[in-house]
């Protein structure tokens, strides 16, 4: 479908967030129906740096040196991780 949607000129939706909860998967796989969606978020130490779920591109950026460090986004929120981890 994404390759679908390059084609016929479809607009754009970059989306970002520290974290990916349920409800922004629900919104980008949504959204993906009516134009081309990328989800820009935070990496995790498990999780790939590029995916494409759907039709929706999603593009994982690295926020500590080592990929094993990236564990403040996830699992949970991260400003309640950052209040108990300072």
Known sequence: MY???????LKSI??????????????????????RVTLLTSACSAGL???????????RY???LFRGWERLAYPGAILLRLRAMP
């Not at 390759?3 to 000129?9: P, Y």
């Not at 989306?15 to 129906?33: E, G, M, V, Y």
């Not at 590029?50 to 929706?56: I, K, P, Q």
């Open 3 to 9: 390759k679908e949607a390059r084609r016929i000129n």
């Open 14 to 35: 970059l989306l970002t967030t520290s974290t990916l909860p349920r409800f922004i998967s629900d919104l980008t796989l949504a959204l993906s129906k009516y134009c």
């Open 49 to 59: 740096l590029h995916d494409l779920v759907g039709a929706v591109e999603i593009i």
């Open 62 to 64: 690295g926020y500590a």
